[in-house]
């Protein structure tokens, strides 16, 4: 992706479409880190843009209603910490941040089992993982890592990401296996 286009992106984030008066009083006063599309009951922001939401158009997003949060709105939610090897150095690390299912409640979603989850980073990488997994493996929308946020051009700013050495099925495998339904730089999870 080019520096120039994600930086106008970035930019553009400020300039949301108009929301309704309902909303209004609930939209973040940061810029948005976070966009929750789909099967939600409550909206903050907007109909998608293709002019100011120009990330989200060229990877082909669109949507009626969203709900956004903010650092502060993220890291308002309850905090919980992991400790997981990561795969770049092989080494434990601690993170922290509001689990998944309780960011998606937030945002007006209903979460089933069968729930499915589309984790889109920055870059356009997206995994998919079902409510199950998201509440079984105790995702985190993570904004912290050993003790300080994390930077955008880092794994940050938020990472959606598990304690892969506490889930059974995933502590086998190698590290590089077990994140890769961990996108780093989450920016927009589609609820379906």
């Not at 910490?81 to 998944?100: A, N, S």
């Not at 979603?109 to 993982?129: F, Q």
């Not at 892969?164 to 989450?186: H, I, Q, T, Y």
């Amino acid at each position: 992706m080019k520096k120039r286009t994600f930086i106008a992106a970035l930019a553009g984030a400020g300039a949301l479409p108009a929301l309704p008066a309902a909303a209004a009083s609930t939209a973040p006063r940061g810029p948005a880190l976070l966009t929750v599309t789909g099967a939600i009951a409550k909206a903050n922001r907007g109909k998608f843009d293709p002019v100011a939401d120009q990330m989200m158009h060229k990877q082909k997003l669109a949507f009626d209603k969203a709900w956004i949060f903010d650092y502060a709105a993220l890291t308002a939610l309850p905090a919980v910490t992991i400790r997981p090897t990561l795969e770049y150095d092989g080494k434990v690390h601690t993170l922290k941040g509001p689990l998944l299912t309780d960011v998606l409640k937030a945002a007006g979603a209903t979460v089933t089992p069968a729930t499915r989850l589309a984790l889109r980073a920055v870059d356009g990488y997206a995994a998919a993982i079902t409510g199950e997994q998201a509440r079984a493996r105790r995702y985190l929308v993570a904004t912290h890592l050993d003790g300080q946020p994390m930077a955008l051009g880092g794994l940050g700013p938020l990472w959606a990401v598990y304690d892969a050495d506490r889930v059974p099925e995933m502590a086998g495998k190698s590290p590089a296996e077990r994140f890769n339904s961990c996108p780093w730089a989450l920016y927009h999870i589609e609820v379906t």
